[in-house]
């Protein structure tokens, strides 16, 4: 097998540009989503959490059969970025046709939502399923694992920050050169998927795989699920990655809420008077800078002692603050700003960590079984984000309904106490649970340095 260490600092950037790509999307959904559903699109926050949860539950449904086709894919260009090549420009089209309001009746539009994000959510597997996996695939060292995971984040945030800062412009850009908001929103989504199929392709480009084909040996279905189920720090990783989407999506979710209602307009010291939409823009952005810095800081501290006291302590502290933040009144902007920093980069160090974890699980598989199935490890991390943004989403929807949220009205002291709890108590108690899987996890940094050590015997052997 060819050494795979030390890659090609150009490489690391074009890895780090499919999640800039996928987490353009990513931020649409987490933060835009669910408002653009009852404040644009025209539906109620009841019918919107059940929708969400329907269409991202056969989505997570999709990410295991994804895969395992990807571990049985045999290409001239490889096994996982055939499918960033040719997934590029369906997802930008589907992309715009699911932030598309149609003329229709509310029980037509309700339809079309269901139609339009469950195509969504199967192209985004179709596509980062994939990518996910490739990173398995294209380094078998521990330490460059954790760096391209490193990039990547670096590539999500940055194109996370890159929505935050310029959707809301945009949108009252072309707003008010047309006049309606519904059409803002669809020109906004069609400048990102442009962007996101271009920087798709970039990836298929600039990336190798270099671990062998005949090194990952097609599975049964039935082997493939066997292994699977015998696998325990899956079962706790698939756990820990669930909370912590848990966490993400409902305080992302209510976010817009919590600005245009809760906060509105305010008159900041040494800025003027900010209006609630430009508020909102900027505690999303501040969030995302603050998530690369906790980033760029996963790979130090986990060198130093550990991914797995890395998590732990990542979500102890993320858990501390987000209950803080409940208590920061409306007009403290500069301490409600402090605080999500600090938030973000406490819950941001944690994210690398666990694509660079499920590496580890692929390890431990193949170390076990003697049989390796790098896609279908790696779709289980896409899955657990997708069953964790669904359970999240789903939740945040139904919270505003049962705490009596209508769109577009004057908010009762019902519905205001809801939103801060979301974005803050609620969101923690996601952050904490993730603790608990983690504590039992059992792939330390010593046990994964022994595992490593006797699988590169292995493959020696193999390629002797």
């Known amino acids: 097998m060819e050494n795979s260490h030390g890659l090609p600092f150009a490489e690391k950037i074009s890895y780090g540009l499919g999640d800039l790509a996928s987490s353009m999307f990513w931020k649409l959904f987490s933060f835009f989503l669910l408002f653009f559903y009852t404040d644009i699109f025209g539906i109620t926050a009841a019918a919107a959490g059940t929708m969400l949860l329907v269409t991202r539950f056969w989505d997570a449904a999709n990410d295991p059969i ?17 499918y960033l090549l040719f997934g590029a420009v369906p997802f930008a089209v589907v992309g715009v046709l ?59 945030f940055s194109g996370g920050l890159l ?18 908001e519904a059409t803002a929103f669809q020109l906004t989504v069609a400048v990102y998927a442009v962007l996101a199929a271009a920087f798709f392709m970039l990836t298929f480009a600039g990336t190798r795989e270099r671990l062998r084909p005949a090194a990952v040996r097609s599975l049964r279905l039935r082997e493939d699920v066997a292994d699977l189920l015998k696998n325990g720090p899956w079962f706790l990783m698939l756990g820990a990655g669930i909370s912590v989407l848990i966490f993400n999506s409902i305080r992302d979710a209510s976010i817009l809420f919590y600005f245009k209602y809760y906060v509105g307009d305010q008159t900041v010291q040494f800025v003027g008077e900010v209006g609630q939409g430009a508020l909102a823009s900027a505690f999303m952005s501040s969030l ?46 500069y301490l409600m ?8 980069v406490s819950s941001g160090i944690v994210l690398p960590l666990m694509w660079a974890m499920y590496a580890d699980v692929s390890d431990y598989s193949e170390w076990k079984t003697g049989r390796r199935a790098t896609g279908l490890i790696f779709s289980s991390s896409s899955m657990s984000q997708k069953i964790g943004w669904t359970v999240g989403g789903a939740v945040a929807a ?33 952050a904490l649970l993730s603790v608990v ?24 052997l193999g390629t002797a």
């Open 66 to 82: 994804m895969g395992m086709i990807g571990d049985r894919t045999r290409s001239r260009w490889g096994k996982f970025r055939p």
């Open 163 to 180: 929505v935050t800062a310029t959707a809301n412009p945009l949108i009252e850009f072309f707003n008010s050169r047309l006049g309606n």
């Open 437 to 460: 899987f983690m504590v039992r996890y059992p792939l330390s940094k010593a046990r994964m340095l022994q595992i490593t050590s006797e699988l590169e015997a292995v493959r020696q």
């Open 337 to 344: 700003f402090f605080v999500n920093v600090l938030v973000g």
């Open 398 to 430: 139904w919270l505003l309904a049962a705490f009596g949220f209508v769109a577009n009205m004057v908010q009762g002291d019902g519905s205001l106490l809801g939103i801060r709890l979301m974005i803050s108590v609620i969101a923690g108690a996601g």
């Open 98 to 156: 699911t932030f598309t309001t149609p003329d229709w009746s509310a029980g037509g539009r309700l339809v079309y939502a269901y139609v339009t994000y469950t195509l969504m959510m199967m192209v985004y597997t179709a596509v980062n399923v994939p990518y996910a996996s490739l990173m398995g695939v294209m380094s078998t060292d521990t330490e460059e694992r954790t760096s391209l995971a490193s990039w990547r984040f670096v590539g999500a």
């Open 288 to 333: 995302l800078i603050a998530n690369i810095m906790g980033v760029l800081a996963a790979k130090p501290v986990s060198s130093s002692i550990g991914k797995k006291r890395t998590f732990i302590l990542s979500g102890v502290v993320t858990t501390i603050l987000s209950v803080l933040f409940y208590f920061v009144p409306p007009h403290q902007i």
